[in-house]
């Protein structure tokens, strides 16, 4: 199992969560977050003093699944996300070890 990790720009999240559940994939949480990736932070002039802009806002996407589905996931949320601009996000991938479903005890992928 795999942990997928993305944040979007919270525009595309409806596209994105559709094209996820078009895979057969109803699990996933969705949060908003704030931050930044590479980019520079721009700094503005206001009320006579440089401060630095506010972090844009993201949502992030996170959805646990099946080895086999990573590929088609990622290829899910890479072609409704971008915009081919600077900012369309980040994908992180990681090992899960473990799933357990609290009601019924059942454990791995019936877990999920």
């Known amino acids: 199992m795999v942990k997928v990790v993305a944040y979007i720009r919270p525009h595309r999240l409806e596209a994105v969560k559709s094209a996820v559940s ?3 994939i ?3 949480t969705v949060a908003d977050a ?5 980019s520079e932070e721009r700094s503005r002039w206001q009320q006579g003093d440089t401060q630095l802009s506010a ?9 646990i699944v099946q080895d086999d589905l990573l590929d088609s996931i990622l290829e899910a949320i890479v072609e ?5 601009e600077p900012g ?3 994908i992180f991938v990681s090992e899960v070890e473990e799933a357990v ?12």
Not at 34 to 38: D, E, L, S
Not at 80 to 84: D, H, Q, T, V, Y
Not at 106 to 112: F, I
């Open 22 to 24: 078009i895979l057969g």
């Open 26 to 28: 109803s699990g996933l």
């Open 34 to 38: 704030r931050g930044r990736g590479n």
């Open 55 to 63: 972090l844009p806002i993201r949502s992030r996407l996170e959805v």
């Open 80 to 84: 409704n996300a971008r915009s081919e």
């Open 88 to 90: 369309d996000g980040k």
């Open 101 to 112: 479903r609290i009601r019924t005890g059942e454990r791995g992928s019936k877990g999920l």
